[in-house]
T-cell receptor
Framework: GEDVEQSLFLSVREGDSSVINCTYT??????LYWYKQEPGAGLQLLTY?????DMKQDQRLTVLLNKKDKHLSLRIADTQTGDSAIYFC???????????FGKGTSLLVTP | DVKVTQSSRYLVKRTGEKVFLECVQD?????MFWYRQDPGLGLRLIYF???????EKGDIPEGYSVSREKKERFSLILESASTNQTSMYLC??????????FGQGTRLTVV
């Protein structure tokens, strides 16, 4: 499938903002998603953005989409220790059924 | 709330055994998916199904088969388990080309 790339690790201090970046190659991507996985659990949808949008805000979460550069980011404001998890970027194309995932970014929040 | 239930959280099987992983969803979703998750490799699609009795190969179908006899149930079958199939298996479902809802995962160990 098409590639979705993310950095593997990010460490931030509690109270700081976290920014997790993602790039994708499929120009026909229609929806882009951010999922969160806590240790030992399945994936939980955090937020999503349609490809015709460039920003979406949901409480502490801000998603930015640069469709020209095929770059997606997730900003978490006032990061808490409970935000420590793996964050997956995913996309689905107009012709696809299944989500195509990045390898995930492990976020570590230190006190 | 959508519920995707995987029959086992942990399984230990012997090499050569036939293994069934079961997944049930309760929201009448058309699409169901099986992914495996491995450290450093992220989520990789094994098989998906977009309707009863329909199945499509994903990125890594070798060594696996699937069954979808009823809309709510999607089974993953390892015909002859091998140690390289030790992994976390995640089932998901979605309505049309939409966000996917995940089960809690089955951690399979093949010894």
């Amino acid at each position: 499938g098409e590639d979705v790339e993310q950095s593997l690790f990010l460490s931030v201090r509690e109270g700081d903002s976290s920014v997790i970046n993602c790039t994708y190659t499929d120009s026909s991507s229609t929806y882009l998603y951010w999922y969160k996985q806590e240790p030992g659990a399945g994936l939980q949808l955090l937020t999503y953005i349609f490809s015709n949008m460039d920003m979406k805000q949901d409480q502490r979460l801000t998603v930015l989409l640069n469709k020209k550069d095929k770059h997606l980011s997730l900003r978490i404001a006032d990061t808490q220790t409970g935000d420590s998890a793996i964050y997956f970027c995913a996309e689905i194309s107009n012709s696809g059924y299944a989500l195509n995932f990045g390898k995930g970014t492990s976020l570590l929040v230190t006190p | 709330d959508v519920k995707v239930t995987q029959s086992s959280r942990y399984l230990v099987k012997r090499t050569g055994e036939k293994v069934f992983l079961e997944c049930v969803q309760d929201m009448d979703h058309e699409n169901m998916f099986w992914y495996r998750q491995d450290p450093g490799l992220g989520l990789r699609l094994i098989y998906f199904s977009y309707d009863v009795k329909m199945k499509e190969k994903g990125d890594i179908p070798e060594g696996y088969s699937v069954s979808r006899e009823k809309k709510e149930r999607f089974s993953l079958i390892l015909e002859s388990a091998s140690t390289n199939q030790t992994s976390m298996y995640l089932c998901a479902s979605s309505l049309k080309r939409d966000e996917a809802f995940f089960g809690q995962g089955t951690r399979l160990t093949v010894v």
